[in-house]
Protein backbone atom coordinates (compact mmCIF):
# COMPACT_ATOMS: atom_id res chain seq x y z
CA UNK A 1 0.00 0.00 0.00
CA UNK A 2 1.48 2.98 -0.97
CA UNK A 3 1.67 5.83 2.44
CA UNK A 4 1.09 9.61 1.90
CA UNK A 5 4.18 11.76 1.12
CA UNK A 6 2.80 15.30 3.13
CA UNK A 7 3.53 17.89 0.23
CA UNK A 8 5.35 15.85 -2.27
CA UNK A 9 2.87 14.41 -5.01
CA UNK A 10 2.24 16.26 -7.66
CA UNK A 11 -1.58 15.82 -9.53
CA UNK A 12 -1.83 13.22 -11.36
CA UNK A 13 1.36 11.51 -10.61
CA UNK A 14 1.14 7.85 -9.87
CA UNK A 15 1.68 7.45 -6.74
CA UNK A 16 -1.23 10.47 -5.78
CA UNK A 17 -3.93 8.85 -8.19
CA UNK A 18 -2.86 5.03 -6.05
CA UNK A 19 -4.68 7.14 -3.44
CA UNK A 20 -7.30 8.45 -5.17
CA UNK A 21 -8.27 5.73 -7.04
CA UNK A 22 -10.47 3.69 -4.26
CA UNK A 23 -12.42 7.12 -3.67
CA UNK A 24 -13.96 6.36 -7.03
CA UNK A 25 -15.80 3.72 -6.71
CA UNK A 26 -19.41 4.39 -7.24
CA UNK A 27 -22.02 1.60 -5.98
CA UNK A 28 -25.86 0.58 -6.71
CA UNK A 29 -27.36 1.49 -3.49
CA UNK A 30 -25.88 4.38 -1.54
CA UNK A 31 -27.45 7.09 -3.28
CA UNK A 32 -30.73 5.21 -2.68
CA UNK A 33 -30.78 6.24 1.07
CA UNK A 34 -29.78 10.09 -0.27
CA UNK A 35 -32.55 9.95 -2.46
CA UNK A 36 -34.99 8.16 0.31
CA UNK A 37 -34.22 10.73 2.43
CA UNK A 38 -35.64 13.44 0.19
CA UNK A 39 -38.36 11.91 -0.54
CA UNK A 40 -39.18 11.36 2.69
CA UNK A 41 -38.08 15.60 3.99
CA UNK A 42 -40.64 16.89 1.33
CA UNK A 43 -43.50 14.09 2.92
CA UNK A 44 -42.34 15.00 6.63
CA UNK A 45 -42.70 19.16 4.87
CA UNK A 46 -46.01 18.88 2.71
CA UNK A 47 -48.20 16.67 4.99
CA UNK A 48 -48.22 19.06 8.15
CA UNK A 49 -48.24 21.63 6.10
CA UNK A 50 -51.34 21.11 3.67
CA UNK A 51 -52.91 19.29 6.68
CA UNK A 52 -52.81 22.57 9.01
CA UNK A 53 -53.44 25.18 5.83
CA UNK A 54 -56.58 22.69 4.86
CA UNK A 55 -57.55 21.14 8.09
CA UNK A 56 -56.16 22.10 11.79
CA UNK A 57 -55.96 26.28 10.85
CA UNK A 58 -59.86 26.77 10.84
CA UNK A 59 -60.59 23.85 12.95
CA UNK A 60 -58.16 25.56 15.57
CA UNK A 61 -59.71 28.79 15.76
CA UNK A 62 -56.49 30.45 13.97
CA UNK A 63 -56.98 33.45 11.75
CA UNK A 64 -56.52 33.19 8.01
CA UNK A 65 -52.78 35.10 8.46
CA UNK A 66 -51.65 32.11 10.51
CA UNK A 67 -51.27 30.18 7.19
CA UNK A 68 -48.31 32.88 6.07
CA UNK A 69 -45.47 31.45 8.06
CA UNK A 70 -46.19 27.73 7.66
CA UNK A 71 -46.44 28.73 4.03
CA UNK A 72 -43.19 30.53 3.69
CA UNK A 73 -41.35 28.03 5.82
CA UNK A 74 -42.75 24.86 3.26
CA UNK A 75 -41.86 27.33 0.19
CA UNK A 76 -38.28 27.39 2.11
CA UNK A 77 -37.83 23.82 2.44
CA UNK A 78 -39.56 22.14 -0.55
CA UNK A 79 -37.24 24.66 -3.03
CA UNK A 80 -34.47 23.32 -0.79
CA UNK A 81 -35.43 19.59 -1.41
CA UNK A 82 -36.10 20.62 -5.12
CA UNK A 83 -32.06 21.48 -5.31
CA UNK A 84 -31.10 18.18 -3.60
CA UNK A 85 -32.81 16.49 -6.65
CA UNK A 86 -30.93 18.73 -8.87
CA UNK A 87 -28.06 17.36 -6.97
CA UNK A 88 -29.00 14.32 -7.47
CA UNK A 89 -29.50 14.56 -11.08
CA UNK A 90 -25.96 15.63 -11.35
CA UNK A 91 -24.69 12.88 -9.83
CA UNK A 92 -26.62 11.11 -12.99
CA UNK A 93 -25.25 13.52 -15.33
CA UNK A 94 -21.87 12.60 -14.25
CA UNK A 95 -23.12 9.04 -14.49
CA UNK A 96 -21.81 8.46 -10.91
CA UNK A 97 -25.48 8.36 -9.30
CA UNK A 98 -25.06 4.56 -9.68
CA UNK A 99 -22.71 1.91 -11.18
CA UNK A 100 -25.36 0.60 -13.89
CA UNK A 101 -25.40 3.28 -16.99
CA UNK A 102 -29.61 2.40 -17.51
CA UNK A 103 -29.96 2.22 -13.93
CA UNK A 104 -28.19 5.33 -13.40
CA UNK A 105 -30.30 7.04 -16.12
CA UNK A 106 -33.22 6.02 -15.04
CA UNK A 107 -33.46 6.78 -11.18
CA UNK A 108 -32.02 10.32 -12.07
CA UNK A 109 -34.70 11.17 -14.80
CA UNK A 110 -37.81 9.50 -12.65
CA UNK A 111 -37.07 10.77 -9.17
CA UNK A 112 -34.63 13.26 -9.79
CA UNK A 113 -35.11 15.31 -13.20
CA UNK A 114 -38.60 14.81 -14.40
CA UNK A 115 -40.19 16.13 -11.24
CA UNK A 116 -38.16 19.31 -12.10
CA UNK A 117 -39.79 19.10 -15.64
CA UNK A 118 -36.48 18.42 -17.36
CA UNK A 119 -34.28 15.08 -18.48
CA UNK A 120 -30.47 14.05 -17.46
CA UNK A 121 -29.66 14.00 -21.10
CA UNK A 122 -30.92 17.42 -21.58
CA UNK A 123 -28.31 18.58 -18.01
CA UNK A 124 -25.92 16.37 -18.96
CA UNK A 125 -25.09 18.84 -22.06
CA UNK A 126 -24.65 21.86 -20.67
CA UNK A 127 -23.10 20.60 -17.79
CA UNK A 128 -20.36 18.44 -19.11
CA UNK A 129 -19.49 21.47 -21.27
CA UNK A 130 -18.97 23.18 -18.14
CA UNK A 131 -16.78 21.10 -17.26
CA UNK A 132 -14.83 21.06 -20.13
CA UNK A 133 -14.61 24.84 -20.71
CA UNK A 134 -14.98 25.96 -17.46
CA UNK A 135 -15.32 29.85 -17.26
CA UNK A 136 -14.50 30.01 -20.89
CA UNK A 137 -16.65 32.94 -22.17
CA UNK A 138 -16.35 31.86 -25.30
CA UNK A 139 -16.74 27.87 -24.72
CA UNK A 140 -18.49 27.55 -21.44
CA UNK A 141 -22.10 26.47 -22.32
CA UNK A 142 -23.33 27.83 -18.40
CA UNK A 143 -21.66 31.33 -19.39
CA UNK A 144 -22.95 31.31 -22.56
CA UNK A 145 -27.15 30.37 -22.30
CA UNK A 146 -27.09 31.89 -18.39
CA UNK A 147 -23.85 34.16 -17.64
CA UNK A 148 -25.41 37.50 -18.25
CA UNK A 149 -28.41 36.62 -16.54
CA UNK A 150 -26.26 35.51 -13.75
CA UNK A 151 -24.42 38.38 -14.02
CA UNK A 152 -20.84 36.24 -14.25
CA UNK A 153 -19.57 39.22 -16.15
CA UNK A 154 -19.59 41.89 -13.95
CA UNK A 155 -17.22 40.63 -10.95
CA UNK A 156 -15.62 41.28 -9.29
CA UNK A 157 -18.39 43.30 -7.56
CA UNK A 158 -18.04 45.38 -4.06
CA UNK A 159 -19.91 43.29 -1.26
CA UNK A 160 -22.59 45.77 -1.04
CA UNK A 161 -23.57 45.37 -4.27
CA UNK A 162 -23.96 41.65 -4.12
CA UNK A 163 -26.02 42.19 -1.43
CA UNK A 164 -28.17 44.85 -2.83
CA UNK A 165 -28.14 42.69 -6.12
CA UNK A 166 -28.70 38.84 -4.97
CA UNK A 167 -30.43 39.22 -1.73
CA UNK A 168 -32.32 41.65 -2.52
CA UNK A 169 -33.24 42.96 -6.00
CA UNK A 170 -33.11 39.56 -7.47
CA UNK A 171 -36.32 39.31 -5.49
CA UNK A 172 -38.23 41.10 -7.40
CA UNK A 173 -40.52 38.85 -9.48
CA UNK A 174 -39.62 39.95 -12.80
CA UNK A 175 -35.55 39.66 -12.18
CA UNK A 176 -36.37 36.27 -10.43
CA UNK A 177 -38.75 34.93 -13.05
CA UNK A 178 -36.46 36.15 -15.69
CA UNK A 179 -33.72 33.75 -14.80
CA UNK A 180 -35.95 30.87 -14.30
CA UNK A 181 -36.80 31.29 -17.84
CA UNK A 182 -33.30 31.37 -19.04
CA UNK A 183 -33.06 28.18 -16.70
CA UNK A 184 -36.41 26.77 -18.71
CA UNK A 185 -35.46 27.57 -22.09
CA UNK A 186 -32.12 26.03 -21.45
CA UNK A 187 -32.50 22.84 -19.18
CA UNK A 188 -36.52 21.67 -19.66
CA UNK A 189 -36.89 22.13 -23.30
CA UNK A 190 -33.22 21.29 -24.03
CA UNK A 191 -32.55 24.66 -26.10
CA UNK A 192 -28.94 26.37 -25.82
CA UNK A 193 -25.56 26.07 -26.98
CA UNK A 194 -23.29 23.55 -26.10
CA UNK A 195 -20.08 21.76 -27.43
CA UNK A 196 -21.62 18.65 -28.50
CA UNK A 197 -23.11 19.41 -31.44
CA UNK A 198 -20.08 19.50 -34.25
CA UNK A 199 -21.35 16.92 -36.41
CA UNK A 200 -25.04 17.53 -36.10
CA UNK A 201 -26.46 20.04 -39.10
CA UNK A 202 -26.86 23.61 -38.49
CA UNK A 203 -30.60 23.80 -38.78
CA UNK A 204 -31.92 20.70 -37.32
CA UNK A 205 -34.92 19.39 -39.18
CA UNK A 206 -38.54 19.19 -37.25
CA UNK A 207 -37.76 23.31 -36.25
CA UNK A 208 -40.51 25.00 -35.61
CA UNK A 209 -39.07 28.75 -35.02
CA UNK A 210 -36.19 28.07 -32.17
CA UNK A 211 -38.38 25.50 -30.38
CA UNK A 212 -38.83 21.60 -31.47
CA UNK A 213 -41.89 20.47 -32.82
CA UNK A 214 -41.87 17.95 -30.26
CA UNK A 215 -41.46 20.20 -27.66
CA UNK A 216 -44.41 22.01 -29.18
CA UNK A 217 -46.09 18.17 -29.84
CA UNK A 218 -45.26 17.53 -26.18
CA UNK A 219 -46.62 20.87 -24.33
CA UNK A 220 -49.54 20.34 -26.76
CA UNK A 221 -50.08 16.66 -24.89
CA UNK A 222 -49.68 18.14 -21.56
CA UNK A 223 -52.16 20.53 -22.36
CA UNK A 224 -54.98 18.27 -23.73
CA UNK A 225 -54.34 15.35 -20.85
CA UNK A 226 -54.89 18.14 -18.38
CA UNK A 227 -58.24 19.24 -19.79
CA UNK A 228 -59.50 15.82 -20.08
CA UNK A 229 -58.58 14.34 -17.19
CA UNK A 230 -59.38 17.84 -15.48
CA UNK A 231 -63.29 17.31 -17.19
CA UNK A 232 -63.32 13.66 -16.00
CA UNK A 233 -62.08 14.73 -12.16
CA UNK A 234 -65.67 16.64 -12.05
CA UNK A 235 -67.67 14.38 -13.90
CA UNK A 236 -66.74 11.26 -15.06
CA UNK A 237 -65.78 8.46 -12.71
CA UNK A 238 -62.33 6.94 -11.39
CA UNK A 239 -62.42 3.80 -14.64
CA UNK A 240 -62.93 6.97 -16.70
CA UNK A 241 -60.02 8.52 -15.48
CA UNK A 242 -57.40 5.50 -15.77
CA UNK A 243 -59.45 4.11 -18.98
CA UNK A 244 -58.69 8.22 -20.55
CA UNK A 245 -55.02 8.24 -19.63
CA UNK A 246 -54.05 4.80 -20.79
CA UNK A 247 -55.63 6.10 -24.12
CA UNK A 248 -53.96 9.94 -24.05
CA UNK A 249 -50.59 7.85 -23.26
CA UNK A 250 -51.23 4.83 -26.03
CA UNK A 251 -52.06 7.78 -28.52
CA UNK A 252 -48.84 10.12 -27.70
CA UNK A 253 -46.56 6.57 -27.97
CA UNK A 254 -47.75 6.06 -30.76
CA UNK A 255 -47.28 9.58 -32.56
CA UNK A 256 -43.74 9.59 -30.38
CA UNK A 257 -42.99 5.91 -32.34
CA UNK A 258 -44.05 8.05 -36.16
CA UNK A 259 -42.26 10.80 -35.63
CA UNK A 260 -38.61 10.92 -37.29
CA UNK A 261 -35.86 10.50 -34.64
CA UNK A 262 -33.72 13.39 -36.09
CA UNK A 263 -36.52 15.56 -34.86
CA UNK A 264 -36.03 14.46 -31.25
CA UNK A 265 -33.39 16.55 -28.93
CA UNK A 266 -29.93 15.20 -30.29
CA UNK A 267 -25.92 15.70 -29.91
CA UNK A 268 -23.13 14.02 -30.28
CA UNK A 269 -23.07 12.32 -26.72
CA UNK A 270 -24.95 9.15 -27.32
CA UNK A 271 -27.68 8.76 -24.94
CA UNK A 272 -28.32 5.92 -22.44
CA UNK A 273 -31.27 5.46 -23.79
CA UNK A 274 -33.37 6.56 -27.17
CA UNK A 275 -34.86 9.91 -27.07
CA UNK A 276 -38.13 8.01 -27.94
CA UNK A 277 -38.43 6.11 -24.90
CA UNK A 278 -37.21 9.78 -22.45
CA UNK A 279 -40.43 11.42 -24.41
CA UNK A 280 -42.34 8.35 -23.71
CA UNK A 281 -41.50 8.27 -19.87
CA UNK A 282 -41.52 11.84 -19.63
CA UNK A 283 -44.86 12.00 -20.01
CA UNK A 284 -45.91 9.28 -18.57
CA UNK A 285 -44.76 10.57 -15.15
CA UNK A 286 -46.57 14.00 -15.41
CA UNK A 287 -49.73 11.69 -16.68
CA UNK A 288 -49.33 9.93 -13.34
CA UNK A 289 -49.47 12.88 -11.96
CA UNK A 290 -52.38 14.47 -13.21
CA UNK A 291 -53.68 11.06 -12.73
CA UNK A 292 -53.55 11.21 -9.25
CA UNK A 293 -54.86 14.69 -8.91
CA UNK A 294 -57.78 14.13 -10.70
CA UNK A 295 -58.72 10.63 -8.82
CA UNK A 296 -58.50 12.51 -5.80
CA UNK A 297 -60.77 15.52 -6.67
CA UNK A 298 -63.15 12.96 -7.80
CA UNK A 299 -63.32 11.28 -4.85
CA UNK A 300 -62.62 14.00 -2.63
CA UNK A 301 -64.70 16.81 -4.27
CA UNK A 302 -61.63 18.85 -3.19
CA UNK A 303 -59.25 20.46 -6.60
CA UNK A 304 -55.59 19.37 -4.70
CA UNK A 305 -54.36 20.55 -8.04
CA UNK A 306 -54.17 24.08 -5.73
CA UNK A 307 -51.77 22.34 -3.45
CA UNK A 308 -49.67 20.83 -6.31
CA UNK A 309 -49.56 24.66 -7.64
CA UNK A 310 -48.77 26.18 -3.89
CA UNK A 311 -46.90 23.92 -2.72
CA UNK A 312 -44.39 22.28 -5.55
CA UNK A 313 -44.95 24.85 -8.40
CA UNK A 314 -44.44 27.99 -6.37
CA UNK A 315 -40.65 27.03 -4.77
CA UNK A 316 -39.90 25.68 -8.68
CA UNK A 317 -40.12 29.15 -9.96
CA UNK A 318 -38.98 30.85 -6.59
CA UNK A 319 -36.61 29.41 -3.56
CA UNK A 320 -35.41 26.44 -5.97
CA UNK A 321 -33.86 28.62 -8.76
CA UNK A 322 -32.75 30.97 -6.06
CA UNK A 323 -30.58 28.43 -4.15
CA UNK A 324 -29.01 27.51 -7.52
CA UNK A 325 -28.01 30.90 -8.34
CA UNK A 326 -26.59 31.81 -5.52
CA UNK A 327 -24.76 28.67 -5.51
CA UNK A 328 -23.41 29.00 -8.95
CA UNK A 329 -22.07 32.53 -7.90
CA UNK A 330 -20.43 31.37 -4.77
CA UNK A 331 -18.54 28.09 -6.87
CA UNK A 332 -17.61 30.49 -9.65
CA UNK A 333 -18.29 34.19 -9.91
CA UNK A 334 -14.44 36.24 -9.95
CA UNK A 335 -13.00 32.91 -10.36
CA UNK A 336 -10.76 32.36 -13.35
CA UNK A 337 -9.91 29.84 -15.96
CA UNK A 338 -7.14 27.92 -14.07
CA UNK A 339 -7.28 24.48 -13.17
CA UNK A 340 -6.76 25.09 -10.02
CA UNK A 341 -8.25 28.14 -9.40
CA UNK A 342 -11.72 28.05 -11.37
CA UNK A 343 -13.67 27.24 -8.29
CA UNK A 344 -13.66 27.23 -4.63
CA UNK A 345 -13.80 24.73 -1.21
CA UNK A 346 -16.40 26.10 0.68
CA UNK A 347 -16.96 25.31 4.81
CA UNK A 348 -20.24 26.62 5.86
CA UNK A 349 -22.78 25.68 8.50
CA UNK A 350 -24.91 22.30 8.30
CA UNK A 351 -28.28 24.12 7.23
CA UNK A 352 -27.11 26.30 4.46
CA UNK A 353 -24.89 23.23 3.22
CA UNK A 354 -28.16 21.13 3.55
CA UNK A 355 -30.18 23.33 1.40
CA UNK A 356 -27.53 25.24 -0.52
CA UNK A 357 -24.58 22.96 -1.31
CA UNK A 358 -25.58 20.13 -1.66
CA UNK A 359 -24.31 16.27 -2.82
CA UNK A 360 -20.33 17.41 -2.89
CA UNK A 361 -21.54 20.99 -4.14
CA UNK A 362 -18.74 22.59 -1.44
CA UNK A 363 -16.29 20.48 -2.47
CA UNK A 364 -16.88 22.16 -6.15
CA UNK A 365 -12.94 22.78 -7.25
CA UNK A 366 -12.51 19.22 -6.02
CA UNK A 367 -15.13 17.61 -8.09
CA UNK A 368 -14.10 20.18 -11.44
CA UNK A 369 -10.75 18.29 -11.01
CA UNK A 370 -11.84 14.58 -10.20
CA UNK A 371 -15.47 14.40 -11.78
CA UNK A 372 -16.15 10.83 -11.37
CA UNK A 373 -15.95 10.63 -7.72
CA UNK A 374 -19.27 10.69 -6.04
CA UNK A 375 -20.42 13.35 -3.66
CA UNK A 376 -19.86 11.15 -0.81
CA UNK A 377 -16.00 10.93 -1.17
CA UNK A 378 -15.17 14.37 -2.20
CA UNK A 379 -14.41 15.73 1.09
CA UNK A 380 -12.37 12.67 1.61
CA UNK A 381 -10.60 13.87 -1.82
CA UNK A 382 -10.03 17.19 -0.44
CA UNK A 383 -8.00 16.04 2.59
CA UNK A 384 -5.82 13.13 0.20
CA UNK A 385 -5.40 16.57 -1.94
CA UNK A 386 -4.72 19.08 0.65
CA UNK A 387 -2.33 16.60 2.42
CA UNK A 388 0.09 15.35 -0.54
CA UNK A 389 -0.36 17.76 -3.38
CA UNK A 390 1.61 21.33 -3.04
CA UNK A 391 -0.22 22.69 -6.01
CA UNK A 392 -3.69 21.86 -4.66
CA UNK A 393 -2.40 23.22 -0.91
CA UNK A 394 -0.94 26.48 -2.19
CA UNK A 395 -3.74 27.19 -4.36
CA UNK A 396 -6.93 26.00 -3.36
CA UNK A 397 -9.23 28.96 -2.00
CA UNK A 398 -11.24 27.71 0.77
CA UNK A 399 -14.28 29.72 2.23
CA UNK A 400 -15.27 29.74 5.29
CA UNK A 401 -18.65 30.44 6.56
CA UNK A 402 -21.38 33.38 4.01
CA UNK A 403 -20.78 36.36 5.81
CA UNK A 404 -18.09 35.72 8.86
CA UNK A 405 -15.65 33.28 10.60
CA UNK A 406 -13.80 34.15 13.94
CA UNK A 407 -10.57 33.30 12.50
CA UNK A 408 -10.37 35.81 9.84
CA UNK A 409 -10.63 33.24 6.87
CA UNK A 410 -12.24 34.11 3.27
CA UNK A 411 -15.84 34.11 3.75
CA UNK A 412 -18.19 33.53 0.58
CA UNK A 413 -18.93 37.13 0.56
CA UNK A 414 -14.96 37.94 0.28
CA UNK A 415 -14.38 36.29 -2.87
CA UNK A 416 -17.33 38.27 -4.80
CA UNK A 417 -14.55 41.49 -4.67
CA UNK A 418 -11.50 39.24 -4.70
CA UNK A 419 -11.16 35.78 -5.70
CA UNK A 420 -8.83 34.08 -3.14
CA UNK A 421 -10.63 36.85 -0.90
CA UNK A 422 -7.04 38.55 0.71
CA UNK A 423 -5.73 41.66 -0.28
CA UNK A 424 -4.99 41.76 -4.44
CA UNK A 425 -7.59 42.34 -7.05
CA UNK A 426 -7.86 40.74 -10.28
CA UNK A 427 -9.99 41.20 -12.77
CA UNK A 428 -13.52 39.84 -13.15
CA UNK A 429 -13.85 36.36 -15.63
CA UNK A 430 -15.34 37.84 -18.77
CA UNK A 431 -15.04 41.02 -17.87
CA UNK A 432 -15.98 43.15 -21.24
CA UNK A 433 -16.78 40.03 -22.79
CA UNK A 434 -20.38 39.66 -24.62
CA UNK A 435 -21.92 36.25 -25.70
CA UNK A 436 -19.51 33.64 -27.68
CA UNK A 437 -19.56 31.06 -29.74
CA UNK A 438 -18.70 27.60 -29.41
CA UNK A 439 -17.19 27.41 -32.86
Known amino acids: MIQAKPYGMPLNSRELNALILPLRRTDNVTNFFYIAADYLTLAATLIPAIAFVHFYREAWGLPWIANVPVYLLALLVVGAVQHRFAGMGHEGAHYILLRNRIANELVSDIFCMF ?25 DPELLNLGKTRAMDEFPMSKLEFVLRFYTRILWPPALLGYVWYNIYITSLGNGLHPY ?8 PGMVGPMRATSLLGLGYIGAMVAVLGYLSWFGTQTQIFVAAAALMAVASVVIAAIPLDWFFKSDLKPIYSPKIASVLRLLSLTALEVALASARQRTGFDWGIYFWLFWIAPLFTTFPYYMLLRDLYQHA ?15 NPLTRWGMFIYGQDMHLTHHLYPAIPHYNLRKLHEVL ?17 FWNSEGKPTMLDVVENPTGGDHQMAGVGAGHGAGTLN
Open 334 to 348: NADEGKLTNSRVIFC
Open 115 to 139: PLFSTTAQYRLIHLGHHEYTNDWEH
Open 386 to 402: TTNSPEYHEQVVECHGM
Open 197 to 204: DKTLPERS
